[in-house]
T-cell receptor, first 114, second 118 residues
Framework: DGGITQSPKYLFRKEGQNVTLSCEQN?????MYWYRQDPGQGLRLIYY???????QKGDIAEGYSVSREKKESFPLTVTSAQKNPTAFYLC?????????????FGPGTRLTVL | AQSVSQHNHHVILSEAASLELGCNYS??????LFWYVQYPGQHLQLLLK??????LVKGIKGFEAEFIKSKFSFNLRKPSVQWSDTAEYFC????????????????FGKGTKLSVIP
């Protein structure tokens, strides 16, 4: 069953702690993305990766870090430097980054920082 | 900077009413446009897309969208909504090019919540 999995679905952390969100895909896609979704803000791009061992900052990369050591995995770390980390985080993937490449989304992780 | 504007934050309709959700984009190059839908508790999924050709695009579940180049618009329509159409709808268009030729990212609008009353 092909798709994108994100874990956990809900995550609670204390302020000042780093936390890593998991994203795995078995679609054999080269490109992967992390978005942040806030009410009334739509989706904003945090980081994306076109290929293994490569990634680029998006619109709101400050306070976040990523790695892409394997094609199927693109974990996102929310660091203590992120000023407002409570949000819904969506991972996506696509075959490539051409204009015609549709993005497929995971179910999301809701992070709450207490 | 590229931007995507969705005119309505929240739309409330009765079943069988007609729907039109507005979307305007600012990207001036080759345009590929998308509408995504997020049903309550479900993944964000593609509703329809425009790449080229016929500016009237048909998608899943009876939705359609019309690309009007002169107005930079890609409005979503459905003649008769159902309660099951209750969801949040996002328009997306090409955004900033961060690295390399041929590498495009999407810019999403802020979304429109549609509530359909039975």
């Amino acid at each position: 069953d092909g798709g994108i999995t994100q874990s956990p679905k809900y995550l609670f952390r204390k302020e000042g702690q780093n936390v890593t969100l998991s994203c795995e895909q078995n679609l054999n896609h080269d490109a992967m993305y992390w978005y942040r979704q806030d009410p009334g803000q739509g989706l904003r791009l945090i980081y994306y990766s076109q290929i293994v061992n490569d990634f680029q900052k998006g619109d709101i990369a400050e306070g976040y870090s990523v790695s892409r050591e394997k094609k199927e995995s693109f974990p996102l770390t929310v660091t203590s430097a992120q000023k407002n980390p409570t949000a819904f985080y969506l991972c996506a993937s696509s075959i490539g980054t051409r204009l015609t490449d549709e993005q497929f989304f995971g179910p999301g992780t809701r992070l709450t920082v207490l | 900077a590229q931007s995507v504007s969705q005119h309505n934050h929240h739309v409330i309709l009765s079943e069988a009413a007609s729907l039109e959700l507005g979307c305007n984009y600012s990207y001036g190059g080759t345009v590929n446009l998308f509408w995504y839908v997020q049903y309550p508790g479900q993944h964000l999924q593609l509703l329809l897309k425009y790449f080229s050709g016929d500016p009237l695009v048909k998608g899943i579940k009876g939705f359609e969208a019309e690309f009007i180049k002169s107005k930079f618009s890609f409005n979503l329509r459905k003649p008769s909504v159902q309660w099951s159409d209750t969801a949040e709808y996002f328009c997306a268009a090409p955004g900033p090019i961060y690295s390399g030729a041929g590498s495009y990212q999407l810019t999403f609008g802020k979304g429109t919540k549609l509530s359909v009353i039975p």
